[in-house]
């Protein structure tokens, strides 16, 4: 069974302090990873897509990392505006599109 | 601009009671997604639409219909026969068929008294 797991569930960090968020997968052939980030009340807004193991993409402070295992988000010198729920989604081939999400980690970066 | 627009943002039912939840696209999207979304857990797939006309379960449709009527439109209704639907509800859509990102809503809130 394809599944998504997440972790920390809950990230507290000073502003500054960097670190990163982990999303481990089990799924029967990567088609592609997608990392969103979602505020309270809001729907999720889209970060990167990983495809292949020793792919990485950057935004900003964000840089997203593939293994054939997992996934990084590393954070680096977050600020306040980067609190938020990131969410990590992989997508299997031969599943028709469809998405399996993780439950989440909810970072707050404190001033 | 172009996006997804959920309507309503929020919505009180009594028990027993359908709803239906508005999505509407002007992205030009072929695809498009509910999912829903309790605390605590992940975004779990309720029904999901690759063209005008045909649409297909996720992994937990029972409870929920759906209709893909046009393009740019897939409406959700809660029946009376889900049992826990108090939730957060997501509508997506895509780009490409099976590639490229889901582009989300700003979600429904419903909540059942």
């Known amino acids: 069974e394809d599944q998504v797991t997440q972790s920390p569930e809950a990230l507290r960090l000073q502003e500054g302090e960097s670190s990163s968020l982990n999303c481990s997968y089990t799924v029967s052939g990567l088609r592609g990873l997608f990392w969103y980030r979602q505020d309270p009340g809001k729907g999720p807004e889209f970060l990167f897509t990983l495809y292949s193991a020793g792919e990485e993409k950057e935004k900003e402070r964000l840089k997203a990392t593939l293994t054939k295992k997992e996934s990084f988000l590393h954070i680096t010198a977050p600020k306040p505006e980067d609190s938020a729920t990131y969410l990590c989604?992989?997508?299997?081939?031969?599943?028709?599109?469809?998405?399996?999400f993780g439950q989440g980690t909810e970072l707050s970066v404190k001033p | 601009d172009g996006g997804i627009t959920q309507s309503p943002k929020y919505l009180f039912r009594k028990e027993g009671q359908n709803v239906t939840l508005s999505c509407e696209q002007n992205?030009?999207?072929?695809?498009m997604y509910w999912y829903r979304q309790d605390p605590g857990q992940g975004l779990r797939l309720i029904y999901y639409s690759q063209i005008v006309n045909d649409f297909q379960k996720g992994d937990i449709a029972e409870g929920y219909s759906v209709s893909r009527e046009k393009k740019e439109s897939f409406p959700l209704t809660v029946t009376s026969a889900q049992k826990n639907p108090t939730a957060f509800y997501l509508c997506a859509s895509r780009d490409r068929g099976l590639d490229g990102e889901l582009f989300f809503g700003e979600g429904s809130r419903l909540t059942v008294l």
């Open positions: 989604a992989v997508q299997a081939h031969n599943q028709g599109g469809k998405l399996i």
């Open positions: 992205l030009n999207h072929d695809a």
